[in-house]
């Protein structure tokens, strides 16, 4: 009966420390730095930041900061039935905006980043609530 | 000592045969596997979609199977067309889209294929193999979507045979989905479907009722890539007594956050 508590316990710690090793593999933060909403894919967190007169968009890889300088950006925003392309600039650190921009509540958004080699592309969409 | 060695050399001696048969035997598994149990599919490899060629855990060289690729697509979700091609990467053929696609198609012409009395298949049609057993004409198809999708996939340009959702995709595995097997753009009755391309390539099929239409289950949490079967009629029948269609559906349901 000793053993099976010891075995069960070991058992018990073996899991935690597994499921504890498992979140720390968790790829980059789910909570919002920047007063946005974040969206996970894969290995990239993107941050869409819909302001007033601009919209910002923060991204991060596996944890770290992207240099948006080397990549690039834009936005497809669907707008009650309207579609239109936004075009994102590199605006130091990770961050990439757009000014004179406003995103409706209710707009379906997708962010296209095109990563260093120019060619290959991440999406993550957004709804603006 | 000796006399074990001994035995081994004359069991070694004895086998070959029989080893030579096992070899022989897979090796026409193989061909016969080959010649006409390969889809194509669309699935993620890292973080990049790629245009798949193969069955069940085998994805094979698509960089050399690039000249039969007869068409590439991608869709919004209003299923109007954006600029989509296929690049090479590596051993991979990745879709490249100027703006994220709601649905992605392809469409691979396999080449005509016909099977010798001994069972060997040879990629040549019935005019150059006049006592192959049958000659079909093979044609690949896939469907992914990427997107989430605001309307029901209408049947789409140079899917010959495709697989279409009834209603919304489950989001957990185990749960039922309908799905209706067009033929250039009708019904496809007695269609066969496959559940599981990759992970129960040799599953039995199920097939379509009189509408197209059947019910499976969602297999995976993860890349479902559904598979339907169906013989047409031959267009060149000089050369294939009958056209194989086979065509893929993939779609991935959502792992729980992390």
Redesign the interface.
Known sequence: MKRMQSFFAALLVATLAWASI??A???GG?QPEHGGVVQ?????SFELVPAADRVELWVEDDGEEVNSAELAA?L?V?DGGT?S?VALTPAGGNKFEAKGVKIGKGAKV?A?LTLKDK?????A?FTIK | MNRSRSRTRTLARTDFPRLFAAVAAVACLIAVQAAHGHGIWFAQRATQLALLYGIGADDLDSVKRQSMVESIAGYDADYKPIPTKLRVAGPLLLVDSESQPTVVTAVLFNGIWSKTPEGEWIKKGRDEVPNATTAEKNYKYAVRIVGSLSAPIPPLPNQTLQIIPVGQIPQVMGQPLKVRVLFQGKPAAKARVMWDWLNDPDGKPVKTAADGTVTIKVRNQGLNVITAIFDGPSDEPAKADKMEHLATLSFVLPHAPE
């Open positions: 498992d979140t593999g968790a790829h789910t996970l894919v894969g290995d990239m834009k497809t669907v579609k392309e997708t296209l060619q290959s592309k991440i999406a969409n």
